[in-house]
């Protein structure tokens, strides 16, 4: 019988791992998935924002999503790099493939990719109970969404991810596809560039009916709440939500859809 093969998101196929792997993770969302998954004794590194669950800040740095250091990362011997194509600089995670160590390329853009992300990580790591039990979670919060999502009017939503310069998300990310889910559609109506700067003109005939304020990749608080009405040039609600629970795939999807169909809930009554 062949040996089964998982493939990643660059179609790159990989084997199931041999004896105990050695894992640096350097994508914050799956290395808390990977502890969910009870795969902890086997991570030895992880980036700074690398910070849930608790347990994980005990382990070795090697530098932040961007600026991997390399010289760390190789001292830990790891056999196995978790890297996503956003989060994470291309040159080096091809130099750590380079180097011969098994490299595991994410890219959930579509909610169903968080589905075959389970049974990656799952199925390479020997771990697909858990990856059963966390695509039924995942499918059911999914389903509960959706049915909340139809049962309440669309709303166009700017979601704002920097500022100086203002950006935001295009159609074609996670982001855009967590909001969508509960019934929030994000503007500009475009799939590339993803991370797009706002054009002022533009996002003031959009129709915007509400502006959500992530606290990541950049912190904003209610100060900056202040200064949507001049970026929008009319006063529109203004919500502050947890960016974690909103660009976090992984098992922390499975809650970040409970969170946004309760606040979605809650803005409409």
Request: aromatic content about 8%.
């Amino acid at each position: 019988m062949a040996e089964p093969l998982w493939y990643d998101a660059l179609g790159v196929p990989h084997r199931r791992a041999r004896g105990t792997p050695r894992i640096v993770s350097l994508v914050p969302s799956l290395t808390e998935t990977l502890f969910a998954f009870s795969l902890g004794e086997s991570v030895v590194g992880r980036t700074g924002f690398c910070i849930h669950p608790a347990e994980v800040r005990d382990l070795p740095k090697v530098g932040g999503t961007k600026d991997v250091r390399l010289e760390r990362l190789f001292a830990l011997e790891p056999t196995h790099v978790i890297a996503n194509v956003d989060e994470n600089r291309r040159e080096q995670v091809e130099a750590i493939a380079a180097a011969g160590v098994e490299v595991i390329v994410t890219h959930p853009c579509r909610l169903e990719d968080n589905v075959a992300l389970f049974r990656l990580l799952g199925g390479v790591f020997d771990r697909e109970e858990a990856a059963d039990y966390a695509v039924q979670a995942f499918e059911s919060v999914l389903e509960l969404a959706r049915t909340i999502a139809a049962s309440l009017p669309q709303e166009r939503v700017l979601y704002p991810i920097w500022r100086e310069p203002w950006m935001t998300v295009a159609r074609s990310t996670w982001i855009s596809a967590m909001l969508e889910a509960v019934g929030w559609q994000t503007w500009p109506v475009i799939e590339e560039p993803r991370y797009p700067v706002i054009d002022e003109t533009a996002v003031r005939q959009a129709g915007i009916a509400r502006v959500l304020l992530p606290s990541e990749p950049y912190r904003f608080t209610r100060d900056h709440a202040e200064e949507i009405p001049r970026l929008l040039g009319a006063e529109v609600p203004v919500t502050l939500v947890d960016g974690e629970m909103v660009s976090w795939y992984g098992t922390r999807a499975i809650s970040g859809l409970c969170y946004l169909a309760a606040v979605r809930q809650d803005l409409a009554e």
